[in-house]
């Protein structure tokens, strides 16, 4: 036991699990932001809470660590607001936020909410850290929930609208269980006889798919599916969360399914007669609205989460564990390759090929305003072997995911569900990989959410680079959503960043290159047609009506 104030013992806490970063709105445990600076973590002040925790939720999964947040009393439903997206994604970030003293409770003190219970709808746990003596057993078992399982948020209210209870003394276990400081903290196997049957059933179906999803990622579980794809000669198609566990290269690789897809990866799920989800809660997005593969659609189902097997498709085998050891395990049962399925791996192939022929022609297009597809293929050819690429929701995801291949060695991350999410996003990534190029890629639309963190960026030296589809139309083609003059490169250099306008093709690339040699954050604020959209999820005629 050692005896020293709260405030250090987070600070010595905060080192002991090897957190590099902390993403915060000021007034929050001041004395432990001041006894951080001596363990050598790096505080991050944010513009807005949400951003904070966007950013902390974007760190734990470019960093495979949990993230950290903070906000005071008052902006705690702020941050709350912003926990929404680790939640929907299974990312393992801790809030940690001011809250109530026992004095002025229910007496209609200033900024003062009674919004404890709110946090259970968007955390694993939700922790009322009553005593300073309490504080650290909380926080291990913050770190614990946080990474273990499906991986997910956690938050700590702390007495005092800024945490003052850290300021007092006590005598602290020091113990910092190293195997929570990362994701997945335990890789449990399954059954010996489930996975012999997952085996003989993929061996035994006459056209089976593979649809990978977060999970996996999380897992690092992308090898051993190429393995196991492999042997099995078994299509792949990867969740919008799991772009980039295979490389679009690989000739097993359908691309994303679901509603923000391909239609070629569609079809060869929706043709499939098992499907066989790994790390994949197989939701609505995926699935696109559970069409694709239709309800009753032989599947297998591997997961860490039990409660996750078999809600939303009856399996006819269910694997609990962890899934790169899963996949291992079913590696070592295969007792021999299956070839046998030329014609079925030929149909999938077919329906890429004709994919990619169909949309060359837009990628190709030398068109003024730009269309996003050649947008995307700018991007795609130009993007470094190691680069990590950070998207928003609705059209960045959707283009992105129909129009980008990603090459092996890159990365993927995309948004839970919230617009605004991809720069801040992008800022927490590159915050947890300084030495790798992270791409954010949003639309004009949810860079505005939190255009003020680009002075965030720039007051940390985080060199992003944002690239912002500006059609000033925010998705919708009945009027002009947004100022046209509105230009994002002034704007960026304005708030100590450098900027670069794109209206002509044959300028993306030289703008790209420029940016990301720059040395400071970087925004390339390239103009398209407003009324050019992403097509949604291809279905089946039968459920379309087609």
């Not at 391909?262 to 197989?282: E, M, P, Q, T, Y």
Request: charged letters at 20%.
């Amino acid at each position: 036991m050692a005896r020293m104030t709260g405030n250090r013992y987070f600070a010595e806490a905060m080192r002991g699990y090897g957190v590099s970063h902390l993403f915060y709105v000021n007034s929050i445990i001041g004395g432990a932001m001041k006894e951080i600076d001596t363990v050598g973590v790096k505080r991050i002040v944010t513009h807005g809470e949400k951003a904070a925790a966007y950013m902390a939720d974007a760190y734990a999964r470019a960093s495979k660590k949990p993230g950290i947040c903070l906000a005071q009393d008052i902006g705690s439903t702020n941050l709350l607001a912003g926990l929404r997206d680790p939640h929907m994604a299974s990312s393992p970030v801790i809030a940690i936020t001011g809250g109530q003293n026992d004095q002025p409770r229910y007496r209609n003190a200033y900024q003062n909410a009674e919004d404890f219970s709110a946090w259970s709808a968007v955390t694993k746990a939700n922790y009322s850290v009553d005593t300073v003596e309490r504080f650290p057993d909380l926080l291990r078992q913050a770190f614990r929930v946080a990474t273990t399982g499906t991986p997910g948020p956690v938050h700590l209210e702390l007495r005092g609208n800024a945490g003052q209870m850290l300021e007092r003394e006590g005598d602290f276990d020091m113990t910092f269980e190293e195997r929570f400081r990362q994701f997945p903290a335990f890789r449990p196997a399954a059954e010996a006889s489930a996975v012999k049957a997952a085996v003989a059933a993929l061996a035994q179906a006459s056209k089976p798919i593979i649809v990978a999803g977060g999970g996996a990622v999380a897992s690092g579980a992308g090898p051993e599916i190429i393995r196991l794809a492999e042997m099995l000669s078994i299509p792949i198609a990867t969740s919008l969360h799991a772009k980039a566990i295979v490389p679009d290269t690989h000739p097993l690789n359908v691309g994303v399914p679901g509603s923000y897809s391909r239609w070629c990866a569609n079809k060869a799920v929706g043709a499939a007669d098992l499907v066989f989800f790994i790390g994949s809660h197989s939701g609505g997005q995926v699935t696109n609205g559970w069409q694709v593969p239709k309800l009753g659609t032989r599947t297998i189902q591997l997961d860490i989460n039990p409660e996750e097997l078999g809600r939303n498709y009856p399996n006819v085998v269910t694997l609990q564990g962890d899934a790169k050891v899963v996949v291992q395990q079913m590696i070592a049962a295969v007792e021999q390759q299956v070839s046998r399925r030329a014609e079925w791996v030929e149909q999938v192939r077919s329906y890429v090929s004709d994919y990619w022929e169909e949309s060359e022609p837009q990628r190709q297009s030398d068109a003024i305003p730009m269309r996003p597809e050649r947008i995307c293929r700018e991007l795609e050819e130009w993007l470094p072997s190691d680069a990590t690429v950070v998207v928003d929701t609705f059209h960045a995801a959707m283009w992105t995911a129909q129009m980008i291949r990603m090459k092996e060695g890159q990365h993927y991350l995309r948004c839970g569900g919230s617009l605004g999410w991809g720069f801040p996003a992008a800022i927490g990534a590159k915050a947890a990989m300084p030495d790798k190029p992270v791409i954010g890629f949003v639309g004009d639309a949810g860079f505005y959410y939190h255009i003020a963190e680009l002075e965030t960026a720039a007051r940390n030296g985080i060199n992003v680079v944002m690239v912002v589809n500006t059609n000033y139309s925010g998705g919708v083609l009945e009027k002009v959503a947004y100022e046209r003059s509105v230009d994002f490169s002034k704007v960026a250099a304005s708030l100590g960043c450098v900027g670069f306008r794109v209206e002509k093709p044959e300028d993306v690339r030289p703008a790209l290159d420029k940016a990301l040699a720059a040395g400071r954050p970087a925004v390339v604020d390239i103009v398209s047609d407003a009324a050019i959209t992403a097509k949604r999820g291809w279905v089946p005629a039968t459920i379309s009506g087609e």
